[in-house]
């Protein structure tokens, strides 16, 4: 067994420490964070324009191969389809409540806000899911941590947001969650809410250290999430939501793409038998695939 601490790299803002303070405590080993700012962090604008998927994750990636690090943690729904050569997830959490909040301190439900609100979201999902119902709702740009798009709220640059609930209860801070929006209503993103757990797929050590951390059902779930996304190509440029749950052998899947103004939406929903991830990463490509056939030029694809 390796006798030096594991190196577990991870961003620093408190939902990405929580996190990697998370792995840490389950890891039977000794192990040390190191925390680094990623390309993701650095900007302020609307992440779409700079290349999407894979800013909060590059310079992690970057330290395992240069072998700064042993592992990295990340939030999966950050994670690109496209693993980086000689890497690889080999482990992920169970995963927390993959639903959206509606936070707001003017109304009690998403339902009730009045007419041309203003909603604060850095995601296009959220956008083209919300305007599909109401096509009078306004969105201003609202990034950074929580701390950070909560105090926005408060200082009235909109009216509404929206965050992971998964993130706030890690947090504690369950009280700021307004309403639990239910998934038939607002379908979460690919992989929203597991944690997972990146090395050098050559390391069979620390392989075999972290494997009892893996959460099978959530590894299958979102191994079907994530292979639907790969098949649309997504990208924080295309609204692409979906959502697997793996209990006694069934998959229960549901996938959407929405366009950009809500006007256009097309789906699709399974419950089928699954015996390994392969099959699980199998039916999600299949479905994704078959929806993007379906869609054509329907869509404008970025």
């Not at 969650?177 to 997972?196: D, F, K, V």
């Not at 039916?283 to 929806?291: R, S």
Request: hydrophobic content about 40%; glycine content about 8%.
């Amino acid at each position: 067994m390796m006798q030096r601490k594991l190196i577990i790299g991870t961003r620093g803002s408190p939902l990405a420490l929580y996190q990697a303070n998370l792995v840490k405590g389950l890891l039977d080993h000794d192990s040390v964070i190191k925390i680094f700012k990623t390309s993701g962090d650095r900007i302020s604008g609307d992440l779409k324009e700079f290349g999407g998927k894979g800013l909060f994750t590059k310079e992690l990636e970057a330290a395992l191969i240069n072998r700064d690090i042993d592992l990295a943690v990340h939030s999966m729904k950050d994670v690109p389809t496209s693993s980086q050569e000689g890497l690889s997830i080999e482990a992920v959490l169970k995963r927390e409540d993959p639903r959206d909040a509606f936070i707001s301190n003017k109304v009690s439900k998403l339902i009730d806000l009045p007419y041309k609100a203003i909603v604060g979201t850095a995601s296009i999902r959220r956008r083209a899911q919300l305007s599909a119902m109401r096509p009078d709702i306004k969105f201003t740009l609202l990034r950074g941590n929580v701390g950070t798009r909560i105090n926005k709220l408060k200082n009235g640059d909109c009216d509404a947001t929206f965050l992971a609930i998964s993130g706030l209860n890690r947090l504690g801070k369950q009280k700021l969650i307004t309403e639990a929006i239910e998934s038939n209503i607002m379908l979460s993103a690919p992989a929203q809410g597991a944690i997972g757990i990146e090395i050098r797929k050559s390391d069979l050590e620390i392989k075999k250290i972290i494997s009892s951390l893996n959460h099978y059902e959530t590894e299958v779930s979102i191994a079907a999430e994530r292979s639907f996304l790969r098949a649309l190509d997504g990208s924080c440029k295309t609204p692409i939501a979906a959502l697997a749950n793996y209990k006694d052998k069934i998959l229960n899947f549901r996938g959407e793409v929405i366009s950009k103004d809500g006007t256009l939406a097309f789906s699709r929903k399974v419950k089928q038998r699954i015996l390994s991830v392969n099959d699980a990463i199998s039916l999600g490509y299949e479905l994704g695939i078959e929806l993007r056939e379906e869609i054509g030029d329907k869509i404008l694809w970025d």
